[in-house]
């Protein structure tokens, strides 16, 4: 059974920052994209960043791009998000997700793309 379990959310001051990570169990992952979501409160989940199964070209939404890196480590089987220069409005409950096709790296900033996602982590930044 694929299991994602992240870990590192917490609170922090704005200009903080944290470092997320997302456990994959029951398959090994490194043929597949992996990514994260985040959800604020009253709005939609939004796509955050994703990395390509190779490991070599990643992508980000604009509103973290130069804050946040994502990075993977295929033998932990285990993906990252490294959040820097943290603003109130990056304040979510955040999601690591697994690519729903092996060796495929397209459409991987939709939701739709992927099959796999863990229970969530929360991040709170104070102003």
């Known amino acids: 059974q694929v299991q994602l379990v992240e870990s590192g959310g917490g609170l922090v001051q704005a200009g903080g920052s944290l470092r997320l990570s997302c456990a994959a169990s029951g398959r090994t992952f490194s043929s597949y994209a992996m990514g994260w979501f985040r959800q604020a409160p009253g709005k939609e989940r939004e796509f955050v960043a994703a990395?390509?199964?190779?490991?070599?070209?990643?992508y980000y939404t604009n509103s973290v791009k130069g804050r946040f890196t994502i990075s993977r480590d295929n033998a932990k089987n285990t993906v990252y998000l490294q959040m820097n220069s943290l603003k109130p409005e990056d304040t979510a409950v955040y999601y690591c997700s697994v690519a729903s096709r092996a060796y495929s790296d397209y459409n991987i900033r939709r939701e739709g793309e992927y099959a796999y996602w863990g229970q969530g982590t929360q991040v709170n930044v104070s102003s």
């Open positions: 990395i390509r199964w190779s490991g070599g070209i990643t």
